[in-house]
């Protein structure tokens, strides 16, 4: 798992925090705490398994003497019956934990089976598909990573990452006076040499402009697809008349149904919110065994 593991343990403490309370009273209650026990992670959908390195540190953070076993990678196709994983050890601590490490291996195996959807619906156009930053609160850095088990890309992670100048960017500016190639001017200025400036348009003439204008990145904002094909030609006559090309990204509104259509509009990227904001999570359940 291609994240910071510190930061990994950071999150699952949070969730357990949260889940645990003062103390699981139902388990205290009715497990003798020397009672040793058994379980398995049951699938019971299908999709793409991911997440199952928080799924098994979600129990050891809790319990350190719990041992289990990760039967499946992350990125494997997985189907109704598999078991991908097993855990050993104090059933009262799988069962205080057990709440938190599905909740992580349902939520990323949704994002990632999601992505997975998006991807192949366009894998013989050269068009990457990217996230946003509608992400769950606080489990950005695993939902980011979940994306990339589906086979998707990341966008910026955080405010810090690149330059995105937005509507509401340019609201401000045009009250005092300013234009899309001021924004892009002020922008450039501000900002480090390695930062790359991307700007949203609505139209196929802001699409020209920032184009002419320097943009990195020109992020067609839920425009239809025909005025989306307008504006990359736009884009390419701009780089044609001596401006270096800029990248171009579709954005807004973008389903699994339309994703197909929008990347033959011949766009870069797209991105789409749905990968993270309104995924299902995928059924996969804890069974036990004593």
Not at 46 to 73: S, Y
Not at 90 to 109: D, G, K, M, P
Not at 178 to 187: F, Q
Request: glycine residues 8%; contains cysteine; neutral net charge.
């Amino acid at each position: 798992m291609d994240v910071p593991l510190s930061a990994v343990r950071a999150i699952i403490e949070a969730a357990l925090a949260e889940d645990v309370g003062w103390g699981d009273i139902t388990t205290r209650s009715l497990v003798p705490p020397e009672h040793q026990g058994r379980a398995q992670a049951l699938v019971k959908g299908e999709g793409i398994l991911c997440g199952t390195e928080v799924f098994a540190l979600a129990f050891t953070v809790w319990d350190p003497a719990l041992k289990v076993d990760l039967l499946m990678r992350d990125g494997s196709p997985i189907r109704r019956g598999d078991i991908v994983a097993k855990v050993e050890g104090s059933a009262s601590s799988i069962l205080t934990a057990e709440r938190v490490a599905l909740n992580f291996l349902q939520r990323l195996s949704g994002v990632a089976t999601m992505t997975r959807r998006f991807v192949q619906e366009v894998g013989d156009l050269p068009t990457r598909v990217l996230e946003t930053r509608k992400t769950t609160p606080g489990l950005r850095l695993l939902e980011k990573y979940a994306v990339r088990v589906g086979g998707g890309s990341n966008h910026r992670y955080n405010l810090s990452d690149g330059i995105l100048i937005k509507d509401n960017h340019l609201a401000v500016l045009r009250a005092y006076g300013g234009d899309l190639r001021e924004a892009i001017t002020l922008a450039r200025r501000g900002a480090p040499l390695t930062i790359k400036v991307e700007v949203e348009v609505t139209s196929v003439d802001e699409a020209r402009t920032a184009a002419e204008a320097g943009a990195d990145l020109i992020l067609l904002d839920n425009m239809p697809v025909k005025m989306m094909k307008e504006a990359v030609q736009a884009v390419r006559a701009a780089s044609a008349s001596g401006h270096a090309r800029p990248l171009v990204e579709a954005s807004g509104g973008i389903t699994l149904e339309k994703v197909r259509a929008i990347a033959e509009a011949g766009v870069d990227y797209l991105s789409s919110g749905a990968l993270t904001h309104s995924v299902r999570a995928l059924d996969i359940s804890l069974e036990m065994a004593v």
